[in-house]
C-alpha cells in the first residue's frame, strides 16, 4: 500500500460519523478501550474538548483521529489531560498515528496544557511504541484495574510533560 496524503484538520460535525466509525472499529478490536460500543456524536462531542479535536484526512476520507478530556475539573488539574488516538484499520502503519500526535501535543503544548495522559492496554504494542516515538514515557502498569470481556485488564499509564510548560 502507499501512503496517504494525510491532512491534519479540526475535527468538524461533518465527521462525526466517520470518526464514531472508527472509534467503533477500535472498540471491535478488544485491545483499545474497556468500553463495548462507541458513544453517539452528541455525547463524544460535549466530552471532548473543542479545541483539541483533530483528524487526519485524505480528501473527505477519515484515516484517525485525537482528541483530548479533562481529567478533573479541579483546578490544580487544568493543565492535565487524557487523549485518545485512533486510527481506521485501513490506514495503520502509514504514520497517520504519528501525524495526530504530534498535530495534537502542538495544540496542548500552545494552550498551556503540561501534562497529555492515556492508560493502553499492554497487549496494544503497536499503540505503546507509537507513543514512545512521539515522546510519551511509561508511568507504570495499574494491575487488574477492570473487567473487559469477562477478564481482568492490566492498564499501562504513559504521559508526556510539555516542553513549552516551565
Request: charged letters at 20%; aromatic letters at 6%; a negative charge.
Amino acid at each position: 500500500m502507499t501512503t496517504p496524503s494525510v491532512a491534519v484538520a479540526a475535527m468538524l460535525p461533518e465527521h462525526a460519523d466517520q470518526v464514531l466509525a472508527i472509534y467503533q472499529a477500535g472498540i471491535d478490536g478488544g485491545d483499545a478501550t474497556f468500553e463495548t460500543t462507541a458513544p453517539t456524536w452528541e455525547a463524544f462531542d460535549a466530552s471532548r474538548l473543542a479545541e483539541h479535536r483533530l483528524v487526519a484526512l485524505d480528501g473527505d476520507r477519515v484515516l484517525g483521529w485525537a482528541a483530548v478530556v479533562p481529567v478533573s475539573d479541579r483546578c490544580a488539574y487544568a493543565g492535565v489531560v487524557e487523549h485518545s488516538v485512533y486510527v481506521h484499520p485501513d490506514a495503520r502503519c502509514r504514520g497517520v498515528g504519528l501525524a495526530l500526535l504530534e498535530a495534537l501535543l502542538a495544540s496542548t503544548d500552545a494552550a498551556g496544557i503540561w501534562t497529555v495522559q492515556s492508560g493502553v492496554f499492554p497487549e496494544n504494542t503497536a499503540s505503546l511504541a507509537l507513543h514512545v516515538k512521539a515522546g510519551f514515557r511509561v508511568v507504570g502498569t495499574r494491575e487488574r484495574l477492570g473487567k473487559h470481556g469477562g477478564r481482568w485488564r492490566d492498564v499501562v499509564l504513559i504521559e508526556r510533560r510539555s516542553p513549552a510548560v516551565s
